[in-house]
């Protein structure tokens, strides 16, 4: 019998919200988090305006220990905010707290492309000075892959398996199903689930010259990133972490951990870059397979499912992708279920971009409503046809059941997961940021 999966923790560092209450807000109000990018210019890249998270710096002393500080990269730095808060979100001990390894808790944390910036700004050229020795000691275990999931097992005193994975644009999904896959096997109790993306002009000059960026809004940062849209001119580079805490059901409920969602099923695979597939391009059969296979894996019939949140990231395979959920579900326009994308909000945050945007579902699917896609007013005429199904303007849907969420990446890779609004008891409440009114309102009821 397999063990079912829950989801007891969020945190996030995206680029439009540094926590999970103030992204819940930028999400209800679509918020953007592109902005013009001076280096990009000097650099003369064609796309100048990329997603990238602000007041990071603070944040990182703030939280990160002082002796560590100077030796964490953003990529490891975003990755570790984001754990540390969805580890308090999920209610469990400090990590200051105690000082015995967790043998039941691991973690997969993954990242598309690595720390580019550490290696283009200190090893490359020291190494091609024959400064060798002024390296420091610390370099590796910043450049290394499995710097991120390295430095969490350390802050979080992991005993389980802790290892990072790589699959491009999949990288984040892949890394919560792979720990789903874990609690479901009985290896472990709970795994710190997600990927990390820092922000580079290093990492993201190979997509600029392969001219699948954003370059026709650097005056108007906000309407870069336009999936869905027939103007549609590539995606926006971004950055940022998402992690999830997921946890067996029973461990969580004896616990009295608060619960967001279960999630039902997973899955990933590859098209072979056969059939139409290619390095860049999705073999349709193997994305329609991927989301079949993880719709019968989660146990219920496609017609369940109340949303998709897409990988969606404003290139040509946009009506491609909507038109192979439509074959996968077996649903037409009719009776399609709401299509959103996160990254009309953020840009595209890479090896990230899965992770932040599963919590961002996680977020939508507890508190009943579905963020705006924006920029997508000018429909593609073949996404034209199911234009009332996509969520232009945000929607209240607190009947929302069922959500799926998918990522597809570089190498025909693909990934879909299945998530239940919990429902029983211990239902997470999250914490709202209020407005002024609010703050004025709750003073006078006090007094």
Request: charged share 25%; with cysteine; hydrophobic share 40%.
């Amino acid at each position: 019998m397999k063990n079912r999966v829950v989801i007891t923790g969020i945190g996030v560092v995206s680029p439009n919200a540094n926590n999970i209450a103030e992204f819940e807000e930028a999400l209800r109000n679509g918020r953007s988090g592109v902005r013009f990018v001076p280096r990009l210019e000097e650099l003369n890249f064609g796309c100048r305006i990329a997603g990238i998270p602000q007041h990071i710096d603070a944040l990182m002393e703030e939280r990160i220990e002082k002796k560590k500080l100077k030796d964490t990269s953003y990529n490891i730095g975003y990755a570790a905010l984001a754990a540390l808060e969805a580890w308090e979100d999920a209610g469990l001990p400090s990590a200051d707290d105690g000082g015995q390894t967790d043998w039941d808790t691991g973690a997969v944390m993954g990242c598309g492309i690595g720390d580019m910036e550490t290696i283009a700004e200190r090893v490359i050229p020291l190494v091609n000075e024959g400064r060798v020795r002024r390296i420091g000691s610390r370099v590796v275990e910043q450049v290394m892959n499995s710097g991120i999931s390295a430095r969490i097992g350390g802050l979080l005193g992991l005993g389980n398996q802790v290892t990072s994975n790589s699959s491009a644009c999949n990288t984040g999904c892949e890394a919560i199903i792979d720990a789903m896959l874990r609690i479901r096997e009985g290896r472990a109790g709970r795994m710190v689930a997600g990927g990390s993306e820092a922000p580079s002009p290093y990492t993201w000059g190979g997509f600029d010259s392969m001219r699948i960026l954003s370059r026709k809004h650097n005056d108007e940062p906000e309407k870069g990133s336009r999936p869905m849209s027939a103007s549609a001119c590539g995606f926006v580079p971004g950055a940022g972490a998402g992690v999830l805490i997921l946890e067996e059901l029973e461990t969580a409920l004896r616990r009295g951990a608060g619960i967001y969602a279960e999630i039902l099923g997973g899955y990933v695979n590859s098209g072979g870059q056969r059939g139409g597939g290619s390095m860049t391009a999705p073999n349709a059969d193997g994305v329609v397979r991927c989301i079949r296979e993880a719709v019968r894996e989660a146990d219920i019939a496609p017609g369940e499912i109340d949303a998709i949140s897409g990988h969606l990231s404003a290139t040509f395979a946009d009506p491609h992708e909507v038109g192979n959920w439509s074959r996968a579900l077996e649903r037409g326009p009719a009776d399609f279920p709401y299509i959103n994308s996160t990254k009309s909000l953020i840009g595209h945050c890479l090896g990230a971009a899965g992770a932040i945007e599963t919590v961002a579902a996680v977020i939508e699917l507890h508190r009943g409503f579905l963020h705006p896609s924006r920029n997508c007013e000018d429909l593609h005429p073949d996404i034209a046809p199911f234009a009332e199904k996509v969520v232009q303007t945000g929607k209240d849907f607190p009947g929302m059941k069922v959500l799926a969420k998918a990522s597809f990446g570089f190498g025909d890779v693909n990934g879909c997961l299945i998530l239940k609004k919990w429902e029983g008891k211990n239902a997470k409440v999250i914490q709202t940021i209020q407005s002024e009114e609010e703050k004025t309102d709750e003073r006078q009821r006090h007094f």
